[in-house]
Every structure is written in C-alpha cells, then in structure tokens.
C-alpha cells in the first residue's frame, strides 16, 4: 500500500505565499514523477506543476513564475511554494506521484486527499 499525505493549504490574501507539502510512504520501490494537480469549483482537474525523479519540471503557464516545484528524493517528498497567489488560484490542490512498488510491478499514479487552498482578493 502507498500514501500521500498533503499538508499546508489554508486561506491566504491575494499576493500572499502558501507551501504544500506531500510525502509518499508505504512499499516504494522508485517514484517517477511527483507533482501537484488542483481542481477549481465546477472544472476540471487540471496539471499545476510536476517535477521528474531526472529533474525535469513542467508548470501550468497560469503559474509559471510564481509557483515552483521541489522534491526530496531520500524523503519521497515534493514541496509547492506557491507566491503571488491570486483569488484563481483558489481550488483544492492534489498531490500526485507515479509509482513503482516492485522491480517487476507496473508504475501506477497515486493521489493525495486534498488540501483546500484559498486566496481572498
């Protein structure tokens, strides 16, 4: 069994700053990418940012700038430090990560619960 454990949403003010955090435990074997996906009222989920285990990273242009991407390998963590934040950006944001329980398992996508951030205008 794999977990995503998300913490660090809450209620910030337009231009404010928020950080999420996420940590993958249970039978890891190598995570791919991890990344961060928010769902908005009445949208669509949609890709926020994800980082690669080779580095690579891949932001939303809604983002781009204001919002960057880490991981902690050793810690199976990823990290979003969210700046500038604006009223739409307002959504519940979820982790997310391709995992591979075993040397001969299949990569499969794992989700978070959710972390409600909000921004006031």
């Known amino acids: 069994q794999v977990q995503l454990v998300e913490s660090g949403g809450g209620l910030v003010q337009s231009g404010g700053s928020l950080r999420l955090s996420c940590a993958a435990s249970?039978?890891?074997?190598?995570?791919?990418?991890m990344g961060w996906y928010r769902q908005a009222p009445g949208k669509q989920r949609e890709l926020v940012a994800s980082?690669?285990?080779?580095?690579?990273?891949n932001y939303a242009d809604s983002v781009k700038g204001r919002f960057t991407v880490s991981r902690d390998n050793a810690k199976n963590t990823v990290i979003l430090q969210m700046n500038s934040l604006k009223p739409e950006d307002t959504a519940v944001y979820y982790c997310?990560?391709?995992?591979?329980?075993?040397?001969?398992?299949?990569?499969?996508?794992?989700w978070g619960q959710g972390t409600q951030v909000t921004v006031s205008s």
């Open positions: 997310n990560a391709a995992i591979l329980c075993g040397p001969f398992n299949t990569t499969r996508t794992y």
């Open positions: 249970g039978s890891i074997f190598s995570i791919n990418a």
């Open positions: 980082k690669s285990n080779g580095g690579g990273t």
